[in-house]
């Protein structure tokens, strides 16, 4: 019983000090660029910041981003064949938006209609935000801990 309440506390202060880190640290983004079918920048984003730092995956790289705002660009070779010709790139950006809220929405860039996303957070320009709640964890422990008992 000891073991498990052991090993469960220090799960939980792994994620507490993980959470610390991610908050008060430099803010990092993924950056890459791929067209169509090739490359591994496209959505669905499947790579993980492990597999980047670990080298494992050629043209995605994380960085770090001193505005702590991250952005991707989707652009399309013409919006009649939005599949064909599809470019994403992820990159940090000098500053966010001047409302500071995190959203995505169609705009002119380099002469062309694009959909641009911008996003405050560690790697937050992937295609999925994965988070752990803390809340959601105290209390999984909380219940694994009472059915031990």
């Known amino acids: 019983m000891n073991i498990i309440f052991g090993v469960i506390l220090l799960c939980v202060k792994r994620l507490l000090t993980q959470q610390i880190i991610i908050r008060y640290s430099l803010q990092r983004c993924f950056t890459c660029r791929s067209r169509g079918e090739l490359g591994s920048c496209k959505d669905p984003f499947v790579v993980n910041v492990t597999i980047v730092e670990a080298k494992q995956e050629i043209g995605v790289q994380t960085v770090p ?3 702590g705002w991250c952005g991707k660009i989707v652009e399309t070779e013409d919006t009649a064949k939005e599949e064909y010709g599809v470019a994403t790139q992820r990159m940090c950006l000098q500053r966010g938006p001047s409302d500071s809220e ?7 860039w380099n002469y062309r209609r694009v959909l641009m996303c911008f996003c405050k957070g560690d790697l937050c320009n992937s295609s999925k935000k994965l988070e752990a709640n803390f809340l959601v964890c105290i209390i999984s422990t909380i ?3 009472s059915l031990i008992w």
């Open 65 to 67: 981003c001193a505005s």
């Open 102 to 108: 995190d959203r995505c929405a169609y705009t002119k």
């Open 143 to 145: 219940l694994f801990h």
